[in-house]
């Protein structure tokens, strides 16, 4: 079994507590908060299953990884705090431990991160023998793989668009939905996460990875940017109201420039309210989806919709990109020590995880 430790109990933490536990090749053995309130409480809990793990979180980042652990599934935040992110994920791979995180953007392709950012890490791999991969939570396998997989079927290309379309009333991060994305706002005000340039800081790397795995060169990446304001007032069921007149819905595009066209796209479609810029493409469920169109001979539509935690589709989409990054853990740990990306690191059939009893527990 590889020990395992979850670093943050947020919504991706919850998603990959849960992961960790269902992985039959993995054992969890610690967990780690910031919350002094989490504090002592059983992991179990903290995911939202119904019952004790017995593991117990604890704050003491040096105690857990003093125990070696071999992998560190690293859940915290590097939205506003990226320079926190990196220190505490260049600790663990000094520890040794093979880490997997989707907090720092700019690895998602390594090979174009900045020095700045690349170099320490492959300085910590180089001292510690840990190894790094990084994939998105918007979900990265959304922004690659699928999109990839799907491009073996077809003849022709004209573009590949990957889009995340959802409604955030139900996405309990309050503090994301309403200042990084700008829900509620006043439509002069600029939201962090559609600044100029800082969707292709984000998602550039995964235009960059689809480019390189299908043999196209970029003229370059561009962004397109539209805000929607709410028509009315409207009350969501986790974080209040939102009113009239003040950002409710946003579109924006990353585009991979071709030949002189946008032939690969990453696209955004985000809700406060479903009657927010009706127009806009629909998630076909009303929650949230994420959907690859190819467009060329044939034409190929996938839309793939992910539900956990009682049916909340956004948690959905944030355990489908934790799964990704946990089934990945035991093959790493089989690889040489290195700075991994999407490409590297294979997606491969989840053996061994079909549920015996009915608890989330897998027969091991």
């Given amino acids: 079994m590889i020990s395992t430790i979850v670093w943050g109990t947020g919504n991706v933490g919850r998603a990959a507590i849960r992961a960790v536990h269902a992985h039959p090749g993995l054992a969890l053995t610690g967990v780690l ?71 720092l953007y700019p690895l998602y392709d390594p090979r174009n991160a900045p020095a700045e950012l690349r170099e320490p890490v492959l300085a910590a791999i180089a001292a510690g023998g840990g190894s790094l991969f990084v994939s998105g939570i918007d979900p990265g396998w959304g922004n690659d793989v699928l ?45 962090p996460m559609t600044a100029p340039g800082v969707p292709t800081m984000v998602w550039g790397g995964q235009i960059r990875l689809l480019a390189r795995a299908l043999g196209a060169e970029l003229d370059g990446i561009r962004e397109t940017l539209d805000r929607r304001a709410l028509e009315t007032t409207v009350r969501t069921r986790t974080m209040g109201d939102f009113e009239a007149g003040t950002q409710g819905a946003v579109r924006f ?62 948690a959905g989409g944030n355990a489908t990109a934790v799964g990704r990054l946990v089934n990945a853990i035991d093959w790493l740990v089989d690889a040489d020590p290195g700075l991994y990306d999407a490409l590297d690191v294979p997606l491969r059939p989840a053996v061994g995880r079909f549920s015996s009893d009915g608890t989330g527990r897998t027969s091991r």
Avoid at 86 to 100: C, E, P, T
Avoid at 263 to 281: K, L, S
Wanted: charged share 25%.
């Fill in 33 to 103: 908060v910031h919350d002094p309130d989490k504090v002592g409480r059983d992991a179990g809990r903290l995911a939202g299953l119904d019952h004790d793990l017995g593991v117990i979180a604890s704050a003491d980042t040096e105690a857990l990884l003093a125990r070696a652990p071999s992998a560190v599934v690293y859940a915290a935040s590097g939205d506003s705090r990226p320079d926190d992110a990196l220190r505490d994920i260049l600790s663990a791979i000094r520890a040794g431990a093979v880490v997997v995180t989707p907090a």
């Fill in 147 to 191: 999109p990839l997989l799907i491009s073996g079927v077809a003849n022709r290309i004209d573009t590949i668009r990957c889009q995340e379309i959802f409604d955030y009333s139900s996405y309990d991060q309050p503090d994301s939905v309403r200042y990084l994305v700008g829900m509620g706002q006043p439509m002069d005000y600029e939201p």
């Fill in 253 to 314: 595009e990353v585009q991979g420039v071709v030949g002189g066209r946008p032939r690969i796209v990453i696209e955004h479609v985000t809700r406060i309210h479903p009657d927010c810029a009706p127009d806009w493409p629909q998630p076909p469920g009303g929650a949230g989806a994420h959907r690859i169109i190819i467009d060329g001979d044939p034409r190929i539509d996938v839309t793939v919709e992910a539900e956990t935690e009682g049916g909340n589709r956004a």
